[in-house]
């Protein structure tokens, strides 16, 4: 990953990984954003933003989900504009879990694993996941606001080994 980057204002997660063989149940990894108030950056998310669920002022877009991992490309797309966020958050954690309907897998399981985060045209961070084969999930990226209004960016992959609702839940968690 990369070193931490100041005043960041709109930035794009993206995961891509490789079909499930022929005949076995389809690899779903879902991205997943946790934004944090000012006044309780590590407490409980005020709201989170996943396949399923939309941020209320529109600031925070999946606009690519993928069941399966198949196309080209990357998979998972989400767009997230810090520079429309309300002064009310100070902290957005982004993180990434497989879906384990089927089973349990991990990211050791599926094939060509790949999260870029970017900034326009620049790559801010890229991961294969190889540092969490183990993991269930991941948090890959933190954004932080600072006292000047400025959002800073964090690279950090940091597995976990549980469901995705409860990964969506303790991803904020301080690192351990």
Do not use: C
């Not at 005043?7 to 389809?26: C, F, L, N, T, Y």
């Not at 490309?73 to 002064?87: A, H, N, P, Q, Y």
């Not at 183990?134 to 976990?160: I, K, L, N, Q």
Request: charged residues 25%.
């Amino acid at each position: 990953m990369s070193t931490p980057k100041k005043d960041i204002e709109k930035v794009e997660v993206r995961v891509k990984w490789d079909p499930s063989p022929s005949g076995e149940p389809a690899n779903d990894l879902d991205i997943i954003a946790a934004t944090y108030e000012a006044g309780a950056p590590y407490g409980s998310p005020a709201y989170l933003v996943h396949f399923d669920s939309r941020s209320p002022d529109g600031t925070i877009t999946l606009n690519r989900d993928s069941r399966t991992g198949q196309g080209f490309g990357f998979d998972e797309v989400m767009t997230i504009e810090l520079d429309r966020l309300s002064d009310t958050y100070a902290r957005v954690v982004v993180g990434v879990a497989i879906q384990q309907r089927d089973g349990h897998k991990t990211f050791g399981h599926i094939e060509q694993t790949a999260v870029q985060i970017r900034e326009g045209y620049t790559n801010l961070a890229e991961d294969d996941f190889s540092g969490v084969q183990a993991a269930t999930a991941a948090v890959v990226a933190e954004f932080t606001r600072d006292e000047t209004g400025s959002w800073g960016f964090h690279s950090a992959v940091r597995g976990f080994d549980g469901d995705p609702d409860t990964f969506a839940t303790v991803m904020g968690n301080r690192a351990g």
